[in-house]
Structure formats: C-alpha cells, structure tokens
C-alpha cells in the first residue's frame, strides 16, 4: 500500500519559516517525480513545487518561486520543501504527491505540475502564517 505522509506543518508568524517533510512508502519512489500542492479554504488545489525522479529539475508556482525550496533524498524516500519569508497568503493545507513510476529514461527529467499527474497524496499538513 502507498502511503506518503507530511509533516512539518504549524504556526508562524509572517516573513518567518517552516520545512515541510514527506515520507514516502509502499513502493519507491526512486525515479518518480514529487511534488507539494496547497489548498487554501474556499479555494481549489494548487501547485507549489515540483522536482524530477532523476532530483536534477525543480519547478515553482510563480507565487513562490526565491522563497521556497523543493529537495528529494530518494536512498530515503523523502521529499522536503523549505518555505521561507512566509506570507500569510501562504496560509493552506500542504500535500505531498508522487507521480507514478516512469515510463522511460527520459521521464525521470519530467517536472510535472498538474495534479493530474499525480497518482499518491498524502493526508496533508496545516500551515497557517499570522500577519
């Protein structure tokens, strides 16, 4: 059974920062993509970061991208994503998702961004920052 859970989440106080853990298990996770989406209250799911199965692309929502930092330890099945100068926009639940295993070689260089795309999420993690 695939299961990925978060943690990290809490309370910060604006222009503050937090890191987000995933840890991943049930099958590897090796060369899949990871990725970190948020949902906000009343609004839809979005995308936040990205890094290839291969850990040599990263991608960013536009809203994050200098602050926030995606990085994988595929020996250890984790994916982690450093947020810094919080804002208070940033307030929202954080998943964690894997794509499925590659299809080829060059899959590995993939920085999905749809949740489409991913087929594994975890149960989420709260991240709320106070102005």
């Known amino acids: 059974q695939v299961q990925l859970v978060e943690s990290g989440g809490g309370l910060v106080q604006a222009g503050g920062s937090l890191r987000l853990s995933c840890a991943a298990s049930g099958r590897t996770f090796r060369r899949s993509a990871m990725g970190w989406f948020r949902q906000a209250p009343g609004k839809e799911r979005e995308f936040v970061a990205v890094?290839?199965?291969?850990?040599?692309?990263?991608a960013y929502a536009d809203s994050v991208k200098g602050r926030f930092t995606i990085s994988r330890d595929s020996a250890k099945n984790t994916v982690s994503l450093q947020m810094n100068s919080l804002k208070p926009e940033d307030t929202a639940v954080y998943y964690c998702?894997?794509?499925?295993?590659?299809?080829?070689?060059?899959?590995?260089?993939?920085?999905?961004?749809?949740?489409?795309?991913?087929?594994?999420w975890g149960q989420g993690t709260q991240v709320t920052v106070s102005s």
């Open positions: 890094i290839s199965g291969s850990g040599s692309n990263t």
């Open positions: 998702a894997a794509a499925p295993p590659p299809k080829s070689y060059s899959d590995t260089y993939q920085t999905p961004r749809s949740s489409a795309d991913f087929g594994s």
